[in-house]
């Protein structure tokens, strides 16, 4: 366990000997983190109020990206398909949940209330539209959003002027 960053007092984590939280970075009251086999989040990172990170696989979320208010990340889903029984509360030989994790690029953004389902990588710079269900990998610094029902790309982001920030913000004082 590694906690460099600010985890507010209303904000609950569990397995927390899994997590490592990077210098500058703040998980904000009122988010559930279940740390699982593993949780990275990196520097300048922001997870915003009621936001979740959930399922007990693995989360690795890289420096300067956020999580907007609400969203959901799921790292682990039961097999509704099978004969199996579904929920936390059945012993393990009784269901069959699928862990894996997901990965959110360096500065990253996910908006209000999206959800990230299991093993799913957003690439760098990716920006993610409000209330958007994301269950595929996304393309490094691109704007998604949900467009009647679906995840579309709407367009591409300038990955120059961010990266310059960056080195500007590393620079200084502030870093």
Known sequence: MIIDGKIFDLAKVINIQHLSLGINSQIDDFCFINAGIKTEIGRNVHIASFSSIIGG??????????????????????????????????????????????????????????????????????????????????KPWTVYAMVDGKLKELKKRDSSSVLDME??????KHA
């Open 57 to 138: 696989g693995e989360c690795f979320i890289d420096d300067f990206a956020g999580l907007s208010v609400g969203c959901r990340l799921i790292t682990a889903s039961d097999d509704f398909s099978g004969p199996y029984l579904t929920n936390p509360t059945v012993p393990k030989e009784f269901t069959n949940v699928s862990i894996g994790k997901i990965r959110i690029g360096k500065h990253a953004i996910i908006g209000t209330n999206s959800i990230i389902f299991p093993n799913v990588d957003i690439g760098e710079g990716c920006a993610v539209g409000a209330g958007a269900l994301v269950r595929k990998n996304l």
């Open 167 to 172: 080195r500007k913000y590393l620079e200084s």
